[in-house]
């Protein structure tokens, strides 16, 4: 029988190691930025075409290559990082395998000058699948300028599975931010399609975060540093009162290099501990600096997982750290005994536009400050609250009637009750049952009533409904949404003075492609300039005021949290606007609006589930009831 394995030729393995190293356009953006930052580079410039798809071309200002070099670069396994076995425990730089331009240079076609201080010309070196074109001396500026063509020409398959421009350019801008932010010393600027989308001059931690994640972040960051003989600690943490419910601004680095880690962000988590509301996340960006001996970064193609030879000392050090930034800025729990959760929440209002305003509209508009203390009116303060407390304990029982004296007594003469016998009636007893063959949930003669202020108790026929109120106002808000976006332009109302939004240069050009669906939904916005926009009018049914920069970067967080689902950009819009707009857990009802709340889910298409899977309500039956409490 023949031999059977043999050696693979160099153009196939380095496709297999691209595999691995190149997954999408961000990773070849990492990887040369990365490299640009190792050469010593103090202005590094990135532009992008068709979000990577046709060019990614990075321009750097570091110490060049030798024409040796520049060709022995594209070898796999040609590194000047490291030298021996050794090495591996003491790396401080970003690169190190010696994959990156192999990778790259087998799928994609590159263009390279690069030149040394000290030489009177550069080299261009020329590469496709592997194969090299062209190598000749070039006149260049000091640096190297690296331009990748056309990634995955030569492997079909692999670039039809890339996502749409916006989803990649996502990807993109995710990985130029994380080395930007870990690199504040270095000019960084970024350019898509002609277009400049960040420029970054060089300077501080807190004026690159400003830089990139918009000017409303100063406010929101509290500084941390803490350094010890084994670690340092430095960086930025949010306030509580400004944590979102979405990911996405939670950074960690060690030694400067972007790292990901469930285990330092519980510690996080658990600094912010009784500070944060359930299920919001705290924004950050937190850099640790060790010795590289005690840490291992060989552990995955993406180097952003990391191991630590003692993780609980870092994980204490950490949370230390965090809780000691927030106490020297007073940042501490503030409890509010005599406030009931949901009572200072607007209620649900009788169109769809209202819903959204009032659940977005400030907290400290109408009777909300009815519970906060006053040190100058204490003593009214005090007789307030305790009629307050009176007033709470009769309403926990009200309606609770033991039994009907007059019904007690003239069923106690019924014929077929033992003498004796008291008889329990509810005032209900002879209503109608419901019907609920049409759908009439909310035409009960039992009135609907909420629990703990997230759910909804519905009474039917066979028994009654437990309503989840926030999955079923989304489901609402999608399917009205989803009906503007494809049907119809929803009448807007315009602002007697336009008011001005400004999002991040991140966020700009998601909101610039989805300009054309918010007009749709009545929201008449439009771009002024680079990341600033302007609000001219607001849906017609929509009522009272609104934080207008409150919403557009609700509307973004939700929007981005979608993007990478397989949806049309009207699902998108749709889901992010009935996520941001629903009414949430905690909000009180009344019992019209709960009535409304019930005949508008049973009119919807598709009432059984939210728009995100989850149950908009859940069947009890009379007879399991009545099987649970027998013997």
Same mark, same amino acid.
């Given at each position: 029988?023949?031999?059977?394995?043999?050696?693979?030729?160099?153009?196939?393995?380095?496709?297999?190691?691209?595999?691995?190293?190149?997954?999408?356009?961000?990773?070849?953006?990492?990887?040369?930025?990365?490299?640009?930052?190792?050469?010593?580079?103090?202005?590094?410039?990135?532009?992008?075409?068709?979000?990577?798809?046709?060019?990614?071309?990075?321009?750097?200002?570091?110490?060049?290559?030798?024409?040796?070099?520049?060709?022995?670069?594209?070898?796999?396994?040609?590194?000047?990082?490291?030298?021996?076995?050794?090495?591996?425990?003491?790396?401080?730089?970003?690169?190190?395998?010696?994959?990156?331009?192999?990778?790259?240079?087998?799928?994609?076609?590159?263009?390279?000058?690069?030149?040394?201080?000290?030489?009177?010309?550069?080299?261009?070196?020329?590469?496709?699948?592997?194969?090299?074109?062209?190598?000749?001396?070039?006149?260049?500026?000091?640096?190297?300028?690296?331009?990748?063509?056309?990634?995955?020409?030569?492997?079909?398959?692999?670039?039809?599975?890339?996502?749409?421009?916006?989803?990649?350019?996502?990807?993109?801008?995710?990985?130029?931010?994380?080395?930007?932010?870990?690199?504040?010393?270095?000019?960084?600027?970024?350019?898509?399609?002609?277009?400049?989308?960040?420029?970054?001059?060089?300077?501080?931690?807190?004026?690159?975060?400003?830089?990139?994640?918009?000017?409303?972040?100063?406010?929101?960051?509290?500084?941390?540093?803490?350094?010890?003989?084994?670690?340092?600690?430095?960086?930025?943490?949010?306030?509580?009162?400004?944590?979102?419910?979405?990911?996405?601004?939670?950074?960690?680095?060690?030694?400067?290099?972007?790292?990901?880690?469930?285990?330092?962000?519980?510690?996080?988590?658990?600094?912010?501990?009784?500070?944060?509301?359930?299920?919001?996340?705290?924004?950050?960006?937190?850099?640790?600096?060790?010795?590289?001996?005690?840490?291992?970064?060989?552990?995955?193609?993406?180097?952003?997982?990391?191991?630590?030879?003692?993780?609980?000392?870092?994980?204490?050090?950490?949370?230390?750290?965090?809780?000691?930034?927030?106490?020297?800025?007073?940042?501490?729990?503030?409890?509010?005994?005599?406030?009931?959760?949901?009572?200072?929440?607007?209620?649900?209002?009788?169109?769809?536009?209202?819903?959204?305003?009032?659940?977005?509209?400030?907290?400290?508009?109408?009777?909300?400050?009815?519970?906060?203390?006053?040190?100058?009116?204490?003593?009214?303060?005090?007789?307030?609250?305790?009629?307050?407390?009176?007033?709470?304990?009769?309403?926990?029982?009200?309606?609770?009637?033991?039994?009907?004296?007059?019904?007690?007594?003239?069923?106690?003469?019924?014929?077929?009750?033992?003498?004796?016998?008291?008889?329990?009636?509810?005032?209900?007893?002879?209503?109608?049952?419901?019907?609920?063959?049409?759908?009439?949930?909310?035409?009960?003669?039992?009135?609907?009533?909420?629990?703990?202020?997230?759910?909804?108790?519905?009474?039917?026929?066979?028994?009654?409904? &437990?309503? #989840? $109120? %926030? =999955?079923?106002?989304?489901?609402? @808000? !999608?399917?009205?949404?989803?009906?503007? &976006?494809? #049907? $119809? %332009? =929803?009448?807007?109302?315009?602002? @007697? !003075?336009?008011?001005?939004?400004?999002?991040?240069?991140? $966020?700009?050009?998601?909101?610039?492609?989805? @300009?054309?669906?918010?007009?749709?939904?009545?929201?008449?916005? $439009?771009?002024?300039?680079?990341?600033?926009?302007?609000?001219?009018?607001?849906?017609?049914?929509?009522?009272?005021?609104?934080?207008?920069?409150?919403?557009?970067?609700?509307?973004?967080?939700?929007?981005?949290?979608?993007?990478?689902?397989?949806?049309?950009?009207?699902?998108?819009?749709?889901?992010?606007?009935?996520?941001?707009?629903?009414?949430?857990?905690?909000?009180?009802?009344?019992?019209?609006?709960?009535?409304?709340?019930?005949?508008?889910?049973?009119?919807?298409?598709?009432?059984?589930?939210?728009?995100?899977?989850?149950?908009?309500?859940?069947?009890?039956?009379?007879?399991?009831?009545?099987?649970?409490?027998?013997?």
């Amino acid at each position: 029988m023949a031999d059977v394995i043999q050696l693979l030729p160099d153009s196939i393995a380095n496709q297999i190691a691209a595999g691995e190293v190149i997954q999408r356009p961000a990773s070849m953006v990492k990887e040369l930025l990365e490299n640009a930052i190792d050469a010593g580079s103090t202005s590094i410039k990135l532009i992008v075409k068709e979000a990577g798809k046709t060019l990614v071309q990075v321009i750097d200002n570091g110490c060049g290559m030798s024409e040796t070099d520049a060709r022995m670069c594209f070898e796999r396994h040609a590194t000047s990082k490291i030298r021996e076995s050794k090495d591996l425990f003491a790396i401080r730089t970003m690169g190190f395998r010696g994959e990156a331009l192999a990778s790259i240079a087998a799928i994609a076609q590159v263009e390279m000058r690069t030149r040394r201080q000290t030489d009177e010309l550069g080299t261009r070196i020329v590469m496709e699948g592997s194969e090299l074109k062209t190598q000749e001396a070039c006149q260049c500026i000091t640096g190297t300028n690296l331009s990748i063509k056309n990634l995955f020409y030569n492997v079909p398959v692999r670039r039809r599975f890339l996502k749409s421009n916006t989803v990649e350019m996502r990807h993109i801008m995710d990985e130029f931010q994380r080395i930007a932010i870990a690199n504040p010393d270095i000019f960084f600027s970024l350019h898509h399609n002609n277009s400049e989308v960040f420029h970054l001059p060089a300077g501080n931690l807190r004026q690159r975060l400003v830089g990139i994640w918009g000017t409303n972040v100063n406010k929101k960051l509290v500084p941390l540093s803490e350094e010890t003989d084994v670690i340092k600690i430095y960086g930025f943490i949010g306030k509580p009162q400004f944590s979102k419910r979405t990911r996405g601004e939670q950074l960690f680095f060690v030694n400067h290099r972007f790292i990901k880690s469930g285990y330092l962000n519980h510690a996080v988590m658990a600094a912010y501990e009784d500070l944060l509301q359930k299920d919001t996340y705290p924004l950050y960006a937190i850099s640790i600096e060790m010795d590289p001996d005690r840490i291992d970064i060989n552990v995955h193609p993406t180097k952003q997982e990391i191991k630590f030879d003692d993780e609980r000392l870092v994980y204490n050090y950490l949370k230390v750290a965090i809780r000691h930034a927030l106490g020297q800025n007073s940042i501490t729990p503030m409890l509010d005994f005599d406030q009931e959760v949901g009572l200072s929440q607007p209620t649900l209002a009788s169109s769809f536009g209202s819903r959204i305003n009032q659940n977005q509209a400030s907290p400290n508009q109408g009777n909300s400050n009815k519970g906060n203390y006053n040190p100058n009116n204490s003593a009214d303060m005090d007789g307030e609250r305790d009629a307050n407390n009176l007033k709470n304990w009769r309403k926990l029982y009200e309606g609770v009637e033991m039994f009907d004296e007059a019904e007690s007594t003239s069923d106690s003469e019924d014929d077929n009750t033992p003498d004796g016998a008291i008889t329990i009636k509810s005032k209900w007893a002879k209503a109608s049952e419901l019907d609920d063959v049409g759908n009439s949930f909310s035409t009960n003669q039992k009135a609907p009533y909420q629990i703990h202020s997230k759910y909804i108790v519905s009474h039917i026929k066979s028994g009654y409904l &437990l309503i #989840d $109120q %926030q =999955a079923a106002h989304e489901r609402i @808000l !999608f399917e009205h949404y989803l009906f503007m &976006l494809q #049907d $119809q %332009q =929803a009448p807007t109302q315009k602002e @007697l !003075f336009p008011k001005s939004v400004t999002v991040s240069p991140i $966020q700009a050009p998601i909101l610039r492609e989805i @300009l054309p669906q918010i007009n749709l939904l009545g929201i008449d916005i $439009q771009e002024k300039e680079a990341g600033e926009f302007v609000i001219h009018g607001m849906p017609a049914d929509w009522r009272g005021t609104t934080d207008e920069q409150k919403l557009v970067e609700t509307l973004l967080q939700q929007y981005q949290s979608n993007i990478d689902l397989d949806l049309g950009i009207n699902e998108k819009i749709a889901r992010s606007m009935a996520r941001s707009g629903a009414i949430k857990k905690g909000q009180s009802l009344t019992i019209p609006e709960m009535k409304e709340l019930i005949d508008q889910l049973f009119a919807c298409e598709t009432p059984f589930k939210s728009p995100f899977g989850r149950n908009c309500f859940i069947t009890y039956d009379l007879d399991e009831l009545d099987k649970s409490f027998s013997s």
